[in-house]
Nanobody, 125 residues
């Protein structure tokens, strides 16, 4: 089970850190990803990290502004979001996948096994 939290209302240019806590003892066995869905739009990939944190993948739209990290000891994955823009407004979801087939698979939401409930981030301009 995944539970995402940390969303809120911020101003453009502000920072926010999302957290996603996982229950169970096998957190370190899963690659973790963050996706988002803006109103009226499809869910899109944001960032992902491999089991060991050795590999990270970012969407071009957030590269250089967002940082994904994980603490396997705390069963938690984070998304540090800096220099937020109004277009970052969305519901953010964390997800876990047990199998990864190359870098491109991190971006495929269909390959994720478990999803959190989402946390809303609203950036006002």
């Amino acid at each position: 089970q995944l539970q995402a939290f940390g969303g809120g209302l911020v101003q453009a240019g502000d920072s926010l850190r999302l957290s996603c806590a996982a229950s169970g003892r096998t957190f370190s066995s899963y690659a973790m990803g963050w996706f988002r869905q803006a109103p009226g739009k499809a869910r899109e990939f944001v960032a992902a990290m491999s089991r060991s944190a050795g590999t990270t993948v970012y969407a071009d739209s957030v590269k250089g502004r967002f940082t994904i990290s994980r603490d396997n000891g705390k069963n938690t994955v984070y998304l540090q979001m800096n220099s937020l823009k109004s277009e970052d407004t969305a519901v953010y979801y964390c997800a876990a996948r047990g199998t990864v087939y190359g870098l491109s698979s991190y971006k495929d939401h269909k390959g994720y096994d478990y999803w959190g409930q989402g946390t809303l981030v609203t950036v006002s301009s």
